[in-house]
């Protein structure tokens, strides 16, 4: 089983950018897919999740009207889109995968995102 995140990259406050998570060795429709965010000296937060097969999606508060979680099963990909950046969202993401039928959690090793002028 393997989720690889990237698209993580320097951006100014105000700009975009979007990651992608891909994962393999798993039945990539029967998963809840999430974006987890760490930032230096914090706890790791919970961004976005998008459950199969209905595709609802959630968001913290923080990203909520910014950002916007989508999947692809035929690509077996996950998307974050990620809008009007501020500086607070710099951080690590990190993708998770939960395997529904088992319950187990899959992680990728992050992508890092700085917003700075």
């Known amino acids: 089983v393997q989720v690889v995140e990237s698209g993580g990259g320097l951006v100014q406050p105000g700009g975009s950018l979007r990651l992608s998570c891909v994962a393999s060795g798993f039945t990539f429709s029967g998963s809840r897919m999430r974006w987890y965010r760490q930032a230096p000296g914090k706890e790791r937060e919970l961004v976005a999740t998008i459950f199969n097969p209905s595709g609802r999606t959630n968001y913290s508060d923080s990203v909520k009207g910014r950002f916007t979680i989508s999947r692809d099963n035929a690509k077996n990909t996950v998307y974050l889109q990620m809008n009007s950046l501020k500086p607070e969202d710099t951080a690590v993401y990190y993708c998770?995968?939960?395997?529904?039928?088992?319950?187990?959690?899959?992680w990728g090793k992050g992508t890092l995102v700085t917003v700075s002028s």
């Open positions: 998770n995968a939960r395997l529904l039928d088992s319950g187990m959690d899959y």
